[in-house]
T-cell receptor, first 113, second 109 residues
Framework: SAVISQKPSRDICQRGTSLTIQCQVDSQVTMMFWYRQQPGQSLTLIATANQGSEATYESGFVIDKFPISRPNLTFSTLTVSNMSPEDSSIYLCSAGQGRTEAFFGQGTRLTVV | RKEVEQDPGPFNVPEGATVAFNCTYS??????FFWYRQDCRKEPKLLMS???SGNEDGRFTAQLNRASQYISLLIRDSKLSDSATYLC??????????FGTGTSLTVIP
C-alpha cells in the first residue's frame, strides 16, 4: 500500500484567490487522481494527473480552473483558481497502480468566503 | 446515467443485525471493484476488493455479478463501530475509479 501525504489539511480563503494543494506519495505510482467531495456527496473525479504530460480532465472541469502539475512519479499539485464560495469542498488526491485499489490522502477541507 | 449507483440509505440497524448493500455499475468494461468505508470527515479507506468468485473477510462478504453488473456487500453481526458510509467503487480502463454516492449505515445499540 502507498502512504499519501496531502496538505494543507484545511484552509479558509478569500474569493478570487487561488489555493494550491500538494500531494506526496511515499512510492512511485503510475496514476494519481484528484477528486472533489462536496458536503453530503460522494467523490467526483476532477482529473487524472499524468506524469510528463497534461492532466486529463473529466466533464465539467477545465484546466484553467483546476491546473494540475505532476512533475514526477511521487508528487502532484492541484490549484483551485479564482475561487468562489461554490468551490468550498473537500479535495482529495489518490494514487493507484494498475488494477489495484486506490489510496487517498487525508483531504483538504476548503472554505471560500 | 451515473457510472455507479447505490442506495444512499440511511440504513439504521440494531447491533448484531445483518445488513446488505447493493451497487450497480454501467460500464461493462469495468475491470476492478471495491468497497470503501468513509468515516465522518475522514478520507475513504479500502474495506475490501470484490472478485467474481466472491470474497469474505471476517463479518464482511462481497460479491460481484458481472452479467448483471452488480456488486454487493454483506455485513453480519453488525457492531457499533461499523457505523460509517460505504462507498462502492469501480475501476475502469485508464485506471480511473468511479464512486457511488455512498450508503450511510448507523448501527444502534
Amino acid at each position: 500500500s502507498a502512504v499519501i501525504s496531502q496538505k494543507p489539511s484545511r484552509d479558509i480563503c478569500q474569493r478570487g484567490t487561488s489555493l494550491t494543494i500538494q500531494c506526496q506519495v511515499d512510492s512511485q505510482v503510475t496514476m494519481m487522481f484528484w477528486y472533489r467531495q462536496q458536503p453530503g456527496q460522494s467523490l467526483t473525479l476532477i482529473a487524472t494527473a499524468n506524469q510528463g504530460s497534461e492532466a486529463t480532465y473529466e466533464s465539467g472541469f477545465v484546466i484553467d480552473k483546476f491546473p494540475i502539475s505532476r512533475p514526477n512519479l511521487t508528487f502532484s499539485t492541484l490549484t483551485v483558481s479564482n475561487m468562489s464560495p461554490e468551490d468550498s469542498s473537500i479535495y482529495l488526491c489518490s494514487a493507484g497502480q494498475g488494477r489495484t485499489e486506490a489510496f487517498f490522502g487525508q483531504g483538504t477541507r476548503l472554505t471560500v468566503v | 446515467r451515473k457510472e455507479v449507483e447505490q442506495d444512499p440509505g440511511p440504513f439504521n440497524v440494531p447491533e448484531g443485525a445483518t445488513v446488505a448493500f447493493n451497487c450497480t455499475y454501467s460500464n461493462s468494461a469495468s475491470q476492478s471493484f471495491f468497497w470503501y468505508r468513509q468515516d465522518c470527515r475522514k478520507e475513504p479507506k479500502l474495506l475490501m476488493s470484490v472478485y467474481s468468485s466472491g470474497n469474505e473477510d471476517g463479518r464482511f462478504t462481497a460479491q460481484l455479478n458481472r452479467a448483471s453488473q452488480y456488486i454487493s456487500l454483506l455485513i453480519r453481526d453488525s457492531k457499533l463501530s461499523d457505523s460509517a458510509t460505504y462507498l462502492c467503487v469501480v475501476g475502469v480502463t485508464g485506471n480511473q475509479f468511479y464512486f457511488g454516492t455512498g450508503t450511510s449505515l448507523t448501527v444502534i445499540p
